[in-house]
């Protein structure tokens, strides 16, 4: 929305939220997500053309267009549970719009969502005995946190997706006149709204499974002797595989990858599919398998016992440049650690305070260091599960001096030169690498 209000200074964007608390941080110099260059675009139109508001009522009765970006996290309890979308927020956005209008708009679903919501949002909607009409549009959200910036100043594509009627496409065609205001008309796609519903679960499901895939042939290079990242060199140089989304990694995270997943699963389970289920379900599988099993590495390398030993976590957030920490494997690596009884020192550039919330309840047996010099002092290992760019540029004899001997470095994101780091006489695991 603040690209939009940038782009776009004849529209006035409104930001309503039911957390006040979250409102109020857009209001201040604190923003409550941190993602580079954000902070100065929203400077740049914070009070001309974007507000951040708390009355919802209000900014729903007076606006033409809704973005509807709430959560759609995976459902905890009845009937899809730990699968399935909860779309209550959904249901209770689109009974908020109903309420609060005294006019037709245009609805449009920028959270991710199961394919055919729209559906049930337009029967909500348009069940009312106020005479009003609303045309709901798909306009799934493909930045990812980190270059959410980049990502949207020159997008691969806009998708936006609507009823094949003459107020479908005119509702389609208005979303799209706001994009085409920086983004070229041939990238900006239209189609029906099912296809563009589906088509971001496809994206995610598409993107992690190439994760996984190239992950879980780094185990067979471990015991292989061949290099993953050389044979991830080797094949993306192939057009037709390309190279992005095959970097080995502890594996992948973040609050989209599994959540949707899990949603294209439940959906192929409901539409009576449980093959194709169970193949993008084995996805998700390889990806904790991964993260799992890299502990199982770094313990064996520390004589299998790990018991009251300082082991310091480098990177909290589920990748670089983000404080978004949502299925971070480092959480997943520090719950292991501690089933161990191990010590973990958690030190991240962003992510602390997100570190601190999701490990509340084990904040005794865990220590967070700002400072990664410190978090390394004493350790026997360091366990690297984000990539930030400065880990590789630490002091890594300074690091190696200050550490329990033998000194352990475990590279989950293939960053660091390992022979570098051999040579001032760490033992050094990297992953794929035998
Ligand atoms: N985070 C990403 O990178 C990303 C990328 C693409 C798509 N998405 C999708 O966008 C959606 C939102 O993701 P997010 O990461 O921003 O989630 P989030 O949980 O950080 O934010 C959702 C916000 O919606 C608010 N909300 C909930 N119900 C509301 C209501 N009835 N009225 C007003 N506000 C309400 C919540 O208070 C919260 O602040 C999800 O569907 C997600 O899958 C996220």
Redesign the pocket.
């Known amino acids: 929305m603040a690209m939009i209000a940038k782009k776009c200074p004849q529209y006035q964007v409104k930001i309503?939220?039911?957390?006040v608390a979250?409102i109020n941080a857009w209001n201040s110099d604190n923003l409550p997500?941190y993602e580079p260059g954000l902070k100065e675009i929203v400077e740049s139109v914070k009070g001309k053309n974007l507000f951040f508001e708390t009355d919802?009522e209000t900014n729903i009765k007076e606006a033409d267009i809704i973005f509807v970006?709430?959560?759609?996290?995976t459902k905890t309890f009845g009937f899809g549970a730990g699968k399935a979308?909860d779309l209550q927020?959904i249901e209770?956005?689109a009974r908020?719009i109903l309420a609060a209008s005294n006019s037709g708009k245009i609805v449009v679903e920028?959270?991710?969502?199961p394919v055919r919501t729209a559906e049930s949002m337009e029967r909500i909607l348009n069940s009312n005995n106020k005479g009003l009409h609303f045309d709901v549009v798909s306009n799934?959200?493909?930045?990812?946190?980190g270059s959410?910036i980049a990502d949207l100043e020159n997008p691969d594509r806009v998708l936006i997706g609507g009823h094949q009627t003459e107020e479908g496409l005119a509702a389609v065609e208005e979303i799209a006149k706001i994009y085409a205001n920086w983004v070229p008309r041939e990238k900006i796609i239209t189609t029906n709204l099912w296809s563009s519903e589906l088509s971001?679960l496809t994206a995610n499901a598409f993107l992690a499974q190439r994760i996984s895939s190239i992950n879980s042939l780094s185990a067979l290079c471990e015991k292989t002797g061949a290099n993953i990242d050389e044979i991830a060199n080797a094949i993306g140089k192939d057009t037709r595989i390309g190279a992005k989304f095959l970097k080995a990694s502890i594996g992948f995270g973040?609050?989209?990858f599994k959540?949707?997943i899990l949603n294209l699963v439940y959906l192929c389970e409901h539409y009576g599919l449980p093959e194709v289920a169970a193949y993008w379900e084995s996805i998700i599988k390889i990806n904790e398998w991964q993260t799992t099993r890299s502990v199982k590495r770094v313990l064996r390398s520390l004589f299998n016992t790990i018991t009251g030993k300082k082991i310091a976590v480098f990177g909290f957030a589920f990748k670089a440049d983000t404080n978004?920490t949502?299925e971070s494997p480092a959480h997943l690596v520090v719950r292991e650690l501690l089933e161990e009884r191990a010590i973990p020192i958690i030190t991240d550039y962003k992510a602390l305070p997100d570190a601190k919330r999701d490990l509340s309840d084990v904040l005794d047996k865990v220590q967070l260091i700002e400072e990664p010099y410190e978090a390394a002092k004493n350790a026997h290992a360091i366990l690297l599960c984000t990539e930030w760019q400065q880990y590789a540029a630490l002091d890594w004899q300074r690091i190696y001096d200050s550490m329990s001997k033998p000194a352990l470095v475990f590279d989950g994101r293939n960053i660091l030169d390992g022979e570098k780091l051999k040579k001032i006489g760490f033992d050094f695991i990297g992953i794929g690498k035998a």
């Open positions: 309503v939220d039911i957390n979250r997500i919802i970006s709430v959560n759609t996290p979308s927020y209770k956005t908020s920028k959270s991710t969502l799934p959200e493909f930045l990812a946190e959410a971001k973040g609050s989209c959540k949707d978004d949502r």
